[in-house]
């Protein structure tokens, strides 16, 4: 299994509200999905949980069912996950308002598809570079695109937790996709902001190609984190190609 993760609650929190999956579904295709709640300790648990669950469920369903078209899959269990989590954000009290980020990649060995809903992000890693496949749904985000702020400015950003889209906020889940060509020797970092927000693209490069073990990669990454205080969740999962 070419695939690792870890979450922690992180030196701050009191509650991990971060929730993640990893899954084999052969010899080449792979799943992984990570989900950062938001709504309170309480339902931001419920909503990452329920996200992650109902789309792995939604996802291995269509596959047995024979379907292999990799985004009707991706979309069609994001979309299932969506429901579930807004239907519990409506209808229980405790739960109102609550909702949660999603990023899941699905590799088939040549090709990537990434899916992308709030400030959860997913990096490609070749052996010669890092970059970021996903673009954040966050207030300062837009800012940056906007010319307003610098990536620099938006890293210490005080509002730069504020998100513009989350998964079970609305009825209708409109989530980016991102295709890739990938080879053997590249990598998936996906990962909650409580990661990105205390660990530099180029330390996740390094830990990745020259840290160490591979397996062990996640753990260092946290570690990382940890030392640095850590101050939210923090979720990682990495995925060879």
Same mark, same amino acid.
Request: with cysteine; charged share 20%.
């Given at each position: 299994?070419?695939?690792?993760?870890?979450?922690?609650?992180? &030196?701050?929190? =009191?509650?991990?509200?971060? /929730? +993640?999956?990893?899954?084999?579904? *052969?010899?080449? !295709?792979?799943?992984?999905?990570?989900?950062?709640?938001?709504?309170?300790?309480?339902?931001?648990?419920?909503?990452?949980?329920?996200?992650?669950?109902?789309?792995?469920?939604?996802?291995?369903?269509?596959?047995?069912?024979?379907?292999?078209?990799?985004?009707?899959?991706?979309?069609?269990?994001?979309?299932?996950?969506?429901?579930?989590?807004?239907?519990?954000?409506?209808?229980?009290?405790?739960?109102?308002?609550?909702?949660?980020?999603?990023?899941?990649?699905?590799?088939?060995?040549?090709?990537?598809? &990434?899916?992308? =809903?709030?400030?959860?992000? /997913? +990096?490609?890693?070749?052996?010669? *570079?890092?970059? !970021?496949?996903?673009?954040?749904?966050?207030?300062?985000?837009?800012?940056?695109?906007?010319?307003?702020?610098?990536?620099?400015?938006?890293?210490?950003?005080?509002?730069?937790?504020?998100?513009?889209?989350?998964?079970?906020?609305?009825?209708?889940?409109?989530?980016?996709?991102?295709?890739?060509?990938?080879?053997?020797?590249?990598?998936?970092?996906?990962?909650?902001?409580?990661?990105?927000?205390?660990?530099?693209?180029?330390?996740?490069?390094?830990?990745?190609?020259?840290?160490?073990?591979?397996?062990?990669?996640?753990?260092?990454?946290?570690?990382? /984190?940890?030392?640095?205080?850590?101050?939210?969740?923090?979720?990682?999962?990495?995925?060879?190609?």
């Amino acid at each position: 299994m070419n695939m690792w993760g870890i979450t922690d609650r992180g &030196v701050v929190r =009191e509650e991990n509200q971060d /929730a +993640y999956a990893l899954q084999v579904l *052969s010899d080449r !295709q792979q799943l992984a999905v990570v989900c950062d709640g938001m709504g309170g300790a309480r339902a931001g648990n419920i909503a990452s949980t329920m996200a992650v669950e109902t789309f792995m469920d939604a996802f291995s369903s269509l596959w047995d069912a024979g379907e292999r078209k990799a985004e009707i899959l991706l979309q069609t269990a994001a979309s299932r996950a969506n429901e579930v989590v807004h239907h519990r954000a409506m209808t229980d009290s405790a739960c109102y308002g609550m909702g949660t980020t999603m990023v899941s990649v699905y590799l088939d060995g040549k090709h990537a598809i &990434v899916l992308n =809903e709030g400030d959860s992000r /997913a +990096y490609f890693i070749t052996p010669e *570079s890092i970059s !970021q496949v996903t673009r954040d749904h966050s207030l300062v985000e837009d800012l940056v695109q906007r010319g307003e702020l610098t990536p620099e400015q938006a890293r210490i950003h005080p509002n730069k937790n504020l998100i513009t889209r989350a998964l079970g906020s609305e009825t209708n889940l409109h989530a980016d996709l991102f295709y890739l060509d990938v080879v053997p020797g590249q990598f998936f970092l996906l990962c909650s902001d409580g990661l990105s927000n205390v660990v530099s693209e180029q330390e996740m490069l390094y830990e990745v190609l020259h840290g160490g073990e591979i397996s062990q990669c996640c753990d260092r990454l946290l570690e990382i /984190a940890i030392k640095r205080g850590a101050p939210d969740n923090v979720t990682v999962a990495l995925v060879a190609c």
